[in-house]
Structures are given as structure tokens and as C-alpha cells.
């Protein structure tokens, strides 16, 4: 035990000496946050759309001013024939394009359901999948405002994407991609980093030949950046919550804890990486393109995983990341507690436990 | 009794040998030296012994543990100093001893009294980071985290590598102290004239020890007379040396020529010498130094650096 | 004056309070080989990073080759060569890539760079493995390379930092050789060694102490001074008396 502290209290001062990293350790998810919650906002602006409205009745009319008003969009025109609106795709008039089928209103009063075609220009799919979410937030507010009128559940046809952000921030939908992030920065390359720093610097070659098991290196090693990205969290979660508003919605404890078993994953990725890495560049650029890349990209925290080609939807899976963020948003916008995301908490904890025993057997005893 | 004992070890990197058949033994609280330039294998060596590197083949031992099957007893009782600088350079004198004090369970202030003698010069810069040494004081830093832990052999590879005459003086001062202390010692260097300080010494070169003897018991070995000649200009004295037939080697040595002479006797050197318009010729014979039997030695085994 | 290639006077650099190099004054002749000594820390380095012209003296005036080295460092590096143990050559270049490479930097025309390469080849007996990676060399080779490299460019002067450390006795002497030679061509050979053989094979020698030089003159000079036997008691003396 006393070893395991003199390597802590070592670890923190190689820390603290290196003011430059601490500082951008520490000041990094602050910025991120606040970069993303303010300058990168994915929100709708004056998107053009067009219409084409086979029933012209009054559902159809109130539906299209309810879009036409919300403010993301601007009508570039009306459609008389289907053709028409191809071409106005191709002439880049529009980007998204609402069809209404004939005898609408009538088919709600009679059916209680009714369909709309919403068509988009998927060769931007971000923006395609927000126009489609955003439009479809709009007519479902409509149809449930409809129906408390009624007294009749109605029902229209379209994919209801944002059903938990009401209010469509985008901040909230970033704020756990970058924690999963920042967590995976810190704990996987900084601990990758770290370790390969020993052996580039030939320290490693004296704790090999003292008495230390590699499980108290390893220990020793990971346990003041395993505080470092609690600190973290409670950064990134502090400013979210008072700048942004994001809500809490579930248990503040059971968020920390799987915050936790995210860093751990994190840190036995880190560990595996510095075990295969000779030194700090290789260890620095394997993390950078084997975990920083597919968090970014696959995770579903820029992209959404289900417009994912087949393939990386399956890669997807093995990415850490994407089950965390499933699990934070899970917590802090539905609310749901832990009988929700058990599966996916398992399935961290596996990952876990397979990461460390490997990278333990593959800590090499010897140069 | 042997602390160390080495048999037959061989060891090859792809496809260049880093060791061939080495053996040899260490007596307990000896010193012993590993004399060699830098390639010769020295580290190889090292590592293998500090149990952090694996042979191909032999067998090598250390207070009678193996080197491959107890290594883990093997790692309580040495210490090693790699012949890398390898502390913490961000931390200071003091944290770096701490730290190293309890890896090994143990804290400065039990073991003071073995590495008094060396604290005391470092004492003053105790604070100061161990980067911002010179390379004097961090050897003495590192050999003081070696010996934190009051191992029973010390294994320093190449100590002295880059340090000043006087400071190399000051550090092998230290070792005789702990040598008395029944500490065994085993120490590299390329310095050849540190073998004297040596109780034992081996003669290293790629990859296989030449010889393994007492400095006295190799000087002896020199199998032929040495002469030592100057005159006023060196350099043409070098290269007539060199192209009048007479001499076997001619080798500059500080501000004399080594030379050994093709037949028993050198009469006719001064002549020739003199003919050439040499002035202020000196001849005299000398006994060797390591150096002249290092040079041999590499002659007989074939082993120059060129060709 | 023009046969000193190296003059420096009152050459001053500090450190916050720490002065490095305490008003030192020299000057190395064309040809001569000149030896700077001192312990570590004793300020060696920053005196040859000075002259090298990668950093700026306090105070004090120095020329190399003719160019001031506060005004002409670009002049400088074009006309001096460096080698030190630490950094000789691209380990992961040929042998022939790393002459020719160095050749350009110096913008050496590249037909002459071309002649010059093949010549310096033969000369060492590098033929068989002028394809090969620089580290696949032993160590003693890369350093008589090295310093064929560093001179390869230069008329003028050449600064080595223990150029020797850890190589055989027998390549050792060689690269001695490979300096007398290169002297005997008019090259001028600044040079630090902690062998102190090496001293006696220096013309002149300075020993540096705390900042300062502290003696010079030719190796049988300080020997006299001193009414010691070799350079190695100089050294223990001058240095010890610091303590």
C-alpha cells in the first residue's frame, strides 16, 4: 500500500511540474464545452424548403404556416406536380421538400392518421436528418395539439426523431459526446502517454528491475489521472448545467458512477495501448487515430449511428463511447433509471475486465 | 563464494550477435570491471544479469539465484543504475530519492548510513530538479537511489560515460567505500584507465571477452616488448613510424608513441629516426597499459573496427 | 590576421545571476588544434554554442573565420563544421544519403558534392556499405563519418564535442589521425575530450574553471606550471582547487 501511494504522490508531482499539460488538461473540457454549446450550434437557420400540397384543406394550410413560422425554414415555393420537385433539388433551390397527400384533413377525421412525405437532400445528412427531425417535431407538436382538441388521439405519419429534446438545443446533445470525449482523452492517451514516456526515458528499466509488480506500476500509474477525469466531469457537468441548462433528469449518483466505469474502460484502453507502444509518439498517435477518431465520428456524437452504413453501425458497437453516450443520455435527458441501461452497463464492465486482463498479461515483466 | 556467475551466454539481436559464449564469475564483495567500448555488448550484459533481459542460450546466476526462474528474488536484492541518466528529471533530488525509497518498502532515513558519505555532496541542491544537474552529481543522485535499499550487488552499467576526470575520480572513490562496506560491484566502462581501480577486470569487444584477469595478471600477458618514443614532431614521427618497416603497431599515446618493434630490438630506429631530421628523439621501454593490451588483444581476435 | 580563425575577447555570457562564462579571451590559429578542457558545468558548452553562433554572449566580442558572432551567425554556420556524440548523423539515412544531405545543406554544388562524396567514400574504405543505414554502422565508424562530414564542407574550422566518448582504443586513434590530418590541411580543430591522452595530442589546450579560463598554453606548458607529470594531474589540479 505505501508503494502504491509513493507512486501516486510521484505521478501527481510529474503532473504538477508540467503546468503546460495540467493547464490543458484542466482548461480543455471547459473550452470544448463552451466551444461547442456556443459556436457550433447545430440548429436549424432559414433552411428553403418547398411544398407541395395535394389536399390544400385546412389541416394542410395550419401545418405549413406552423412550419413556415417556427423560423428554420423559408418557403422557396410551392409545387404543383411531383417532377417539379426533383428539379428543384437538383437546382439546389431547396433542401427539404413536404408533401401532403390528397384528402388530408379528411383521412384524419376518418382514419385518425394521415401521412406526410418529407424528403430531404441527404448529400449533407447531418443537416438532412436535423431538417427531417425538426419538421417532424413541428407536425407532431401539431398533431398532439390537434388531438387535445379533438378529444381524439390522433395521428400523423412521420419519424419522430427528438421526441427528449423538446426544445431542440443541440448543446444537449453534444454535452455527452464531449464528455465521452474528454474522458477518453485524459484517461486513455494522457495514461498511454505516461507509461510510454517511462520507457522512452529508460526509468521503466529501473522500477522493472526493483521488486514492483507490474499491477502496482499500472495502479500507480492510472490512479491520479482516474481523479484527474473525475475532476473532470464535474467541470464539464457544472458548466452544462449552469450555462446551458441541461437538466439532471436522472440519478446525479448513478451519472458519476458510470462516469466512473467509463473512465475505467478508458484507462485499461490506455494501459493496453502503452503496453503495445515503445514510445510517447507512437503511443500519442495510436490513440489519437485508433480512439479519438472513431469517438468522434462513429460514436453517434456527431453523427447519428442509425444513418451509418451497415458496416461501421456493426463497428460501432465495439467503440466504448457509444454506449456511454447512450447511458448519459439516457440519465440526464429521459431520466430513466438504472433498469434502462443495464444492458449497456454490462457490456462497459465486460469491456473492462477484458481490457485489463490483457494489457496486464501483456505488461511485459522484462525490456 | 561467487556472486555472480556467468556460463557460456549467447545472445543475438536478428541476426547480430550481441554476446558469444560468455563466461565468467564475480567473487563476493569484489570489483569487478567490464571494460569495452560502447557495442560491445556490455549493456546486453547488464540487462541480462538485472534479470530484464532474456538469453538465447548459457546459464548465468546471481547470489545463486537464476536469472530467468527467480528473477523476482534476483530484483530484492540488487541495485541497478542503467547506463542511461534514469531518474525523473521533473522531480528534485529528494523526491527522487523518496520515490525510489519506497519501491523498495523502505526510507531514506534507515538506510542513511550507506549513502551518507555521497548524500552529503548532493545535500545542497537537494530541491533542485534532477534534470538541472550536472553530470557529475546526477551519477551520485543515481547511484544513491541505487543503493536506497542496501542491495547486495550493485550493477553499474557505464557510470563514468561523459563525466570530468576529477568527478570519475570522486565516484570511483565512493565505490571503494562501499565496497568495503562487502558490497560486490560490478561496473562497466569504456575508460580504460579505470580498470585500475578494478579488482578484477574483463576485456569486452564485440560481443566476447578477450580476456579476464587482474590488471597486473593481463599487463604480464603483453607477449611483447613496448617501447615509448617522442620527438619534436609528433605527427611526421607518427606517419615515418608507420612507413619504416621496423614497428609491428605504432600507436599515439598521450604525448608519446607506443610502438613495438618487428624484431627484438630497436637499435636501429634512432638512426633512422635521425636520418629523417627528427630532433629531440626519446626512446624508451615501457611496461603496458590496459590500453596497449586491449589494442592487442582486438589485433588477435580480429575484431578492429575496420574490416 | 587573418591566420586567426577563432579570437574571442571578454567573452561574457550570464544566466540571470548565474554567469556561465566569465570574460574569457582566446584565439585558435589556421591548423591548430586546440584543445577546450574543463569539468562538467564548468561552462564549456555554453562557450561553444556561442561560437557555433546559436546563441547570443552577454557581452565581450569574438570573430570566427572573420565574422562577427553577434552580426554574422548565418555567415558562421555556413563556414564551421560540428559534430558531438550526441547528434552526428541521420541514423535512418545511408551513408551516402547523410554526405550528400549534408553537401546540400552547406549548398555545395551538386556536382561537386557528387565527386566530393565518392572521394570521401574511398578514403575511409566505406565502399561495401555506402547503401547502408547509418545505424547499422558501429559506433566507431559513424564518428570517423561524422567527422568527415563535418569537415567535408569547411575550410575552416571544425568544433567537436567529445567527439571519442566509448569508442575502441584503435578507432580512437584513428580519429585522431583523421585530425591531424584535416590540421595538416589548414583545417582549424576546436575540440572537448574527457580523455586526457587525448589533451596531449591537442597544440594548445584551455582549461576552463567555474566559467573562467583558468590556464593555457601547450600541454608541455601547463605540465611545467604546474610541475606535474601529465595532463590528468593539470586537470586534478585546477579543477580540484575549485572545491
Known sequence: MKKFWGFVIKECLHLLRDYRTMIILVGMPIAQVILFGFAIRNELDSLRIGILDNSRDNVTTEITSKLLSSGYFILDGYFNRHEEIEAAFEGGRIKEAVVFGSSFAEDILRDNRADIQIITDASEPNMANLALSYTSGIIQNYAASLSEEQQIPLSIGTEVKMLYNEEMKSVFMFVPGIMALILMLISAMMTSITIAREKELGTLEVLLASPLKPLQIILG??????????????????????????????????????????????????????????????????????????????????FPVENMPYALQVFSHILPAKWFLIIIKNIMLKGTGFAYIWKETGILLFMTAVLLTVSIKKFKIRL | MNSIEVKNICKSYKDTKALEDISFEVKKGEIFGLIGPDGAGKTTLFRILTTLLLKDSG?????????????????????YMPGRFSLYQDLSVEENLNFFATVFDTTVKANYELIKDIYVQLEPFKTRRAGKLSGGMKQKLALCCALIHQPEILFLDEPTTGVDPVSRKEFWEMLKKLKDKGITILVSTPYMDEAFLCDRIALIQSGRIMDINTLEGIILKFPKKLYAIKSDNMYKLNSDLKECGMCDTVYIFGEYLHLTPKSSECSGLEDYLSEKGHTGIEISQIKATVEDCFMDLMSRHGSTNNE | MNDLIINTENLTKKFGNFTACDNISFNVKKGEIFGFLGANGAGKTTAIRMLCGLSQPTSGHATIAGYDIYKDTEKIKLNIGYMSQ???????????????????????????????SKKLIGELGLESVQNKLIGSLPLGWKQKLAFSVAVFHTQKVVFLDEPTGGVDPVTRRQFWELIYKAADEGISVFVTTHYMDEAEYCGRISMMVDGRIAAMGTPKELKGSFNVGSMYDVFLHLARGTK
Open chain 1, 221 to 302: 500509474k492510472v490512479a491520479p489521472y482516474l481523479l484527474l477525469s473525475m475532476i473532470n466531469v464535474a467541470f464539464i457537468l457544472i458548466v452544462s448545467t449552469t450555462v446551458f441548462g441541461m437538466p439532471i433528469r436522472g440519478s446525479l449518483l448513478l451519472l458519476v458512477a458510470e462516469c466512473a466505469l467509463f473512465i475505467m474502460t478508458a484507462l485499461s484502453l490506455g494501459i493496453l495501448i502503452s503496453a503495445i507502444s515503445n514510445s510517447m509518439q507512437v503511443a500519442m498517435a495510436i490513440s489519437l487515430v485508433g480512439l479519438m477518431l472513431p469517438t468522434v465520428l462513429l460514436s453517434g456524437f456527431i
Open chain 2, 59 to 79: 546459464s548465468a546466476g546471481v547470489e545463486g539465484f537464476d536469472v530467468e526462474k527467480d528473477y523476482k528474488a534476483i530484483r530484492r536484492i540488487i541495485g
Open chain 3, 86 to 116: 550526441k547528434f552526428s548523423l541521420y541514423e535512418d539515412l545511408t551513408v551516402k544519403e547523410n554526405i550528400e544531405f549534408y553537401g546540400g545543406i552547406y549548398r555545395l554544388p551538386s556536382k561537386e558534392i557528387r565527386e566530393r
